[in-house]
């Protein structure tokens, strides 16, 4: 499938009347890493649930997506509980073998945990296994929703780097808190929205 | 060890069986409350005669029959139910009725539409449907939707979806359901069978033990419907826990 940026143009949600993303305009760059920062409860996450295609916008429009296969991270793990970790990559993507899995999650220091049960890991090593899911998993765009939460200072760079590595040039739209993770992500562009302002500015 | 969990401890059969004997022997007679040694020595005779095992394979197999036709009628009507709301609806006083309508009102009722021979068949289904019907729309509902979106994001096949999301959730009340129903089909099977009569089933001799006073090979007869429902029961848990281990791998 060619390139093509992804278009989010004045994209407005509301929940029980309450406006929670407003004129939101955004170009996310074909094949580049596009950064989103904005304070809690902004509209992040429903920005994100409406490019998963999970919550129907009020009004706008979103192009560049048609056809286009997706991955993504949660702000929650969402993980298969009664798989293992190597079972819960080869769900999603299905051309893994069992030994691909082993060795994808032996990157982020989990081979040894591949066949555990998932009850029996910390909520960090669930995190990675949940960033490794999508990462492995058959897509062309990702989309990552605070996705190093919880993770300490080592482990986080780990996960950055096995991002940027299995990237391989693909759209990625990742929202964070945090400008160093943007940066080390090496962002084409990052989106900070204010407390105030509904829609996007550019910086 | 909960008292729900159902398990029985031996010193509390044992305990049980003494009240029995106890009782047995302050009546002192056989033909109002016989002794437990007696009905296992009764039962013991009757199950090395042919024709008592061929009523026990009859009976059993019509009840697990009824059970299983309801298993699948209620986890498709589920189903049903679970995808369109208006099916639930209309299902809802169906199933109420079911559920209200005493044993022997709808064993004589069924007598009227279907043989004697089939009508344990007919009674179990009915009495088992409402609770498997119950336990796989709870089961069905039970399904994470934080998962049943990941699946949709990840674009997991129906199929991977059923097995690996909506199963596991299903699964433990589908297993209670069925351990409830097991029993309940064993109790409406028996009792449609005594009132039916139908030819060379244990519901045939349970009657003509009552007309000819028979206390003993009644009670052998009701020993041999526990042990048989208890392993039925324990027979379904342990096949749905065998099933479970399907969504353990990819």
């Not at chain 1, 992040?44 to 993504?72: C, N, P, Q």
């Not at chain 2, 041999?224 to 342990?238: H, K, N, T």
Request: one cysteine or more; a positive charge; glycine letters at 8%.
């Amino acid at each position: 499938m060619s390139l093509e940026d992804i278009v989010i143009c004045r994209l407005c949600k509301s929940y029980g009347g309450k406006m929670v993303l407003e004129d939101f305009d955004a170009r996310l760059t074909a094949g580049a890493v596009t950064c989103l920062m904005a304070p809690s409860g902004w509209g992040k996450t429903t920005l994100l649930r409406i490019l998963m295609g999970l919550t129907e916008a009020d009004s706008g429009t979103v192009t560049g997506l048609a056809g286009r296969r997706l991955s993504a991270v949660f702000q929650e793990d969402r993980l298969c509980p009664c798989l293992s970790p190597a079972d819960n990559l080869r769900l999603t993507a299905p051309g893994l073998t069992a030994v691909g899995a082993r060795e994808a999650l032996g990157t982020m220091g989990l081979a040894q945990w591949a066949d555990a049960p998932l009850s029996h890991l910390s909520g960090g090593m669930r995190r990675r296994v949940a960033i490794l899911r999508a990462l492995t998993a058959p897509y062309d765009v990702l989309l990552l929703d605070e996705p190093y939460r919880g993770l300490d200072g080592e482990t986080k760079a780990l996960a950055i780097a096995e991002t940027l590595r299995r990237r391989e040039g693909r759209t990625v739209l990742a929202v964070t808190h945090d400008p160093e993770e943007a940066k080390a992500l090496g962002a084409a562009e990052t989106i900070v929205c204010g407390q105030r302002g509904r829609s996007a500015r550019d910086f | 060890m909960s008292p729900e969990s159902g398990r029985v401890r031996w010193w509390a059969a044992a305990f049980w069986l003494a009240v029995w004997q106890a009782g047995s022997m302050a009546l002192g007679s056989a033909l109002l409350l016989p002794s437990p040694l007696h009905v296992l020595a009764r039962l013991a005779a009757l199950g090395a005669a042919a024709s008592f095992r061929r009523a026990v394979v009859l009976s059993a197999s019509r009840i697990a029959g009824g059970f299983l036709l309801a298993l699948t009628a209620g986890v498709g009507l589920a189903a049903l139910s679970c995808r369109w709301r208006r099916a639930e609806e209309l299902l809802s006083p169906a199933m109420l009725a079911i559920r209200s309508v005493p044993v022997a009102s709808f064993t004589i009722l069924a007598l009227l539409w279907v043989s004697a021979r089939n009508l344990s068949v007919l009674i179990t289904f009915l009495m088992a449907l409402p609770v498997l019907y119950a336990g796989a729309i709870r089961g069905l509902r039970a399904a994470d939707p934080a998962l049943l979106e990941m699946g949709r994001v990840f674009r997991l096949s129906p199929l991977r979806r059923l097995r690996f999301l909506r199963l596991p959730a299903l699964w433990p009340h589908l297993s209670a359901a069925c351990a409830v129903s097991m029993g309940l089909s064993w109790k409406a099977g028996t009792a449609a069978e005594i009132i039916g009569i139908p030819a060379g089933s244990l519901g045939e001799r349970m009657q003509q033990a009552k007309v000819y006073l028979d206390t003993a090979d009644l009670f052998a007869c009701t020993l041999a419907v526990v042990v048989l429902s208890l392993c039925f029961e324990r027979g379904a848990v342990r096949l749905l826990r065998l099933g479970e281990r399907l969504f353990r791998g990819v």
